[in-house]
């Protein structure tokens, strides 16, 4: 038999090797995705007028999406067991693609609400399958950071998505065309070609690839043994259990609320910036909502290789979760305009360091094959908070008057899974050799 063993040198050139392979292209399949979710956002600075909708028909219509999700996560996430996670991932990305082109073409507030609830049917099972798929591949030890960098793409697609989504629609309205449907179009197509290209770039395990050595795979496999053995208890769940389980609802909770807090400032950032000064251009309007995802990006995974350095879950998520609602608590009274956009950077660095160490944290609680089908019910459930938060945001603007008045619905929420997830009970697994 092979010795299972490997060097520190041949150890650490695997570890890269695999990341190398298998977080990039994850990585671009979660930008593009990503941005033909949130890119509503900046298509509401025209489409809200030429569709006539309020701000409440708008929550709607963002939040439906989250609908969709919710009903298909858990079966989703069966197929993808059942098929593969390449397969499944690349139906997700191409089914998405193809309805957010089909977007740019709506006439009716209700073809809108449509599309955007079978979007959310597309790409449901999609976050728990990548999750899952991570840990085929990732070491515990290694996991946080790799999530973080692989979750990263939601603060990296706000950056460069805000500017593109708003250039574009300023180019296609300066020649007379629609300019937000035409952006809706555009940032459609990339992901029907990236689902396509899972068959090649998306690797199924690691026995089925030819770029490990029999060796590097023999070690891997072995180090995922020997991590199960270190690992504290962890639960071990049947489907049926899993969906009634209380650590698991308990979990749920917890996702809704951070869910409701991290998306209603993604939709309604670029009408709260607008705010600021009617001045602004559309192409002001996507640079200064895109600001405050530069310093995310890199606190996220500064953030996430403390987490894995520490071996600590639990608290970096409770911190992270408070940083993000004192920080839009402070947004939201504020009355000086870059003062509100410091304190919603700041708020924006919880928001999205929490997802890293959230998912990580699930490692420690559940067993590899309960994984999957665990995450999955918990998105579900959480991102109810989708729908919700963007919904609530709508309403509290209306009565406030002004898009700012929906930063204190999300901080509440912040605050509250704070709270909670301080209250879970995680033990702390022995680290690991290096």
Same mark, same amino acid.
């Given at each position: 038999?092979?010795?299972?063993?490997? %060097?520190?040198?041949? &150890?650490?050139? %695997?570890?890269?090797?695999?990341?190398?392979?298998? !977080?990039?292209?994850?990585?671009?399949?979660?930008?593009? @995705?990503?941005?033909?979710?949130?890119?509503?956002?900046?298509?509401?600075?025209?489409?809200?007028?030429?569709?006539?909708?309020?701000?409440?028909?708008?929550?709607?219509?963002?939040?439906?999406?989250?609908?969709?999700?919710?009903?298909?996560?858990?079966?989703?996430?069966?197929?993808?067991?059942?098929?593969?996670?390449?397969?499944?991932?690349?139906?997700? #990305?191409?089914?998405?693609?193809?309805?957010?082109?089909? &977007? @740019?073409? +709506?006439?009716? @507030?209700?073809?809108?609400?449509?599309?955007?609830?079978?979007?959310?049917?597309?790409?449901?099972?999609?976050?728990?399958?990548?999750?899952?798929?991570?840990?085929?591949?990732?070491?515990?030890?290694?996991?946080?950071?790799?999530? /973080?960098? =692989?979750?990263?793409?939601?603060?990296?697609?706000? !950056?460069?998505?805000?500017?593109?989504? $708003?250039?574009?629609?300023?180019? =296609?309205?300066?020649?007379?065309?629609? /300019?937000?449907?035409?952006?809706?179009?555009?940032?459609?197509?990339?992901?029907?070609?990236? /689902?396509?290209?899972?068959?090649?770039?998306?690797?199924?395990?690691?026995?089925?690839?030819?770029?490990?050595?029999?060796?590097?795979?023999?070690?891997?496999?072995?180090?995922?043994?020997?991590?199960? #053995?270190?690992?504290?208890?962890?639960?071990?769940?049947?489907? !049926?259990?899993?969906?009634?389980?209380?650590?698991?609802?308990?979990?749920?909770?917890?996702?809704?609320?951070?869910?409701?807090?991290?998306?209603?400032?993604?939709?309604?950032?670029?009408?709260?910036? *607008?705010?600021?000064?009617?001045?602004?251009?559309? $192409? &002001?309007?996507?640079?200064?909502? /895109?600001?405050?995802?530069?310093? %995310?990006?890199?606190?996220?995974?500064?953030?996430? *290789?403390?987490?894995?350095?520490?071996?600590?879950?639990?608290?970096? &998520?409770?911190?992270?979760?408070?940083?993000?609602?004192?920080?839009?608590?402070?947004?939201?009274?504020?009355?000086?305009?870059?003062?509100?956009?410091?304190? #919603?950077?700041?708020?924006?660095?919880?928001?999205?360091?929490?997802?890293?160490?959230?998912?990580?944290?699930?490692?420690?609680?559940?067993?590899?094959? %309960?994984?999957?089908?665990? +995450?999955?019910? #918990?998105?579900?459930?959480?991102?109810?908070?989708?729908?919700?938060?963007?919904?609530?945001?709508?309403?509290?603007?209306? !009565?406030?008057?002004? @898009?700012?008045?929906?930063?204190?619905?999300?901080?509440?929420?912040?605050?509250?899974?704070?709270?909670?997830?301080?209250?879970?009970?995680?033990?702390?697994?022995?680290?690991?050799?290096?």
């Amino acid at each position: 038999m092979t010795d299972q063993k490997l %060097t520190p040198q041949e &150890t650490r050139r %695997t570890v890269r090797k695999i990341i190398a392979r298998t !977080l990039p292209f994850a990585f671009f399949l979660y930008a593009i @995705a990503f941005l033909d979710r949130v890119n509503l956002g900046y298509a509401a600075l025209q489409m809200n007028h030429e569709l006539g909708l309020t701000s409440e028909a708008f929550g709607f219509a963002a939040g439906l999406f989250f609908i969709g999700n919710v009903l298909f996560e858990v079966p989703s996430n069966f197929a993808m067991m059942r098929y593969g996670p390449r397969i499944w991932i690349a139906r997700i #990305i191409i089914t998405w693609g193809l309805i957010a082109a089909l &977007t @740019a073409f +709506v006439q009716s @507030a209700t073809q809108l609400y449509l599309l955007r609830f079978l979007l959310g049917v597309a790409e449901a099972g999609f976050i728990p399958g990548m999750v899952y798929y991570f840990s085929l591949w990732v070491l515990e030890r290694d996991r946080a950071l790799v999530m /973080g960098a =692989f979750l990263v793409a939601m603060p990296v697609t706000y !950056l460069a998505g805000a500017p593109l989504s $708003t250039g574009l629609m300023a180019a =296609f309205t300066a020649v007379g065309l629609s /300019g937000w449907r035409w952006m809706l179009f555009v940032e459609a197509v990339p992901a029907i070609f990236g /689902g396509i290209a899972c068959y090649w770039l998306l690797p199924e395990r690691p026995a089925a690839v030819s770029w490990l050595s029999q060796r590097e795979k023999q070690w891997l496999e072995h180090e995922f043994e020997r991590e199960q #053995i270190a690992r504290p208890q962890v639960q071990h769940l049947s489907p !049926l259990q899993v969906l009634v389980n209380p650590i698991v609802l308990f979990l749920s909770l917890i996702y809704f609320l951070s869910q409701m807090g991290a998306l209603g400032i993604g939709f309604w950032l670029p009408q709260i910036v *607008r705010e600021f000064s009617r001045e602004f251009s559309l $192409t &002001t309007v996507g640079l200064l909502s /895109g600001l405050p995802y530069a310093v %995310t990006t890199v606190g996220v995974l500064v953030w996430a *290789r403390l987490s894995d350095v520490r071996r600590e879950r639990k608290w970096f &998520t409770v911190v992270a979760l408070a940083i993000g609602g004192v920080g839009l608590l402070i947004a939201g009274t504020s009355t000086i305009p870059v003062a509100a956009l410091v304190a #919603i950077t700041v708020a924006l660095l919880g928001i999205f360091a929490n997802k890293p160490t959230f998912f990580a944290m699930l490692n420690d609680l559940f067993s590899k094959p %309960t994984l999957a089908i665990s +995450v999955a019910v #918990i998105t579900a459930i959480g991102n109810m908070g989708g729908f919700v938060g963007p919904y609530l945001v709508g309403i509290a603007s209306h !009565l406030h008057g002004a @898009a700012k008045g929906g930063l204190f619905v999300m901080s509440g929420s912040l605050l509250v899974a704070a709270l909670l997830t301080a209250l879970l009970r995680v033990e702390r697994p022995p680290r690991g050799r290096r």
